[in-house]
């Protein structure tokens, strides 16, 4: 069953829709909290015309869960404020008001609770995952470092690390970690490179490739399990991150 409904957030000092898949029968379920959640179910609610099909990929799949996407902000660059835990000195972050943290206190205080109040879950952080593309890609790791002990596991898809991979690293470093988290991170070869694809062996020494090895290292150093994910001729684009459902969804879930 696929929810949509309005939440007001009192972090936020907004509304955000929401969008939510409700397994069959009874449960307790997991919960799986997405950013960009527009763009999860249906493809006239996406914001290019293609959704991830979530909804045809849990169906056929066996794990039972909960699926709570939150809607982003549209206007204007509020969703990259919405999105940014930190200040970036550079990039096309720069001059962006970092606002991310805001929108981690309306996830975790004011929408978890009212999931868990409301549905059958496993309010629990080893039942509870984030996951995001881009800006949410980001997001979902610094929600996975800063909120661990309400969150056990993320998919950090395409992730825009860069612009403040130094406040993140920093974060990773002082912060100490659940052994069992688990983190998975991807990128794309036609990622940044202006639609050209590069070879495999020249994305390894990619940027793209670098920041996502450095951070999932910093997991690993803590005893977390990571997956790192090059999907060749991958684009940033919802048509290529549904591609990668069947490879993240069971690594996170340890199937």
Known sequence: MLIRQDFYFHHLGANRPLHIRLPEGPGPFPVMYFFDGHNLFRDEDATYGKSWGLDEFCAGWNKQLIVVGMECAHEGNLRLSEYLPYRSPFGFLRGIEPLGENTMRA????????????FP???????????GSSMGGLMAAYALVRYNRYISKAACVSPSVGPVSGQLWHEMNQTPLSPDTRAFFSWGT???????ENPLEEDRKSRLYRQNRITADKIKAR???VKLFCQVGGRHCEADWEKQLPIFM???WQE
């Open 107 to 118: 996830l975790i205080y004011e929408l978890k609770p009212w999931v868990d109040a409301s």
């Open 121 to 131: 879950t496993i309010p629990f952080r080893e039942c509870t995952g984030i996951g």
């Open 190 to 196: 036609m990622e940044g490179y202006g639609g050209v």
């Open 223 to 225: 005893g977390g399990a």
């Open 250 to 252: 069971p690594f996170l």
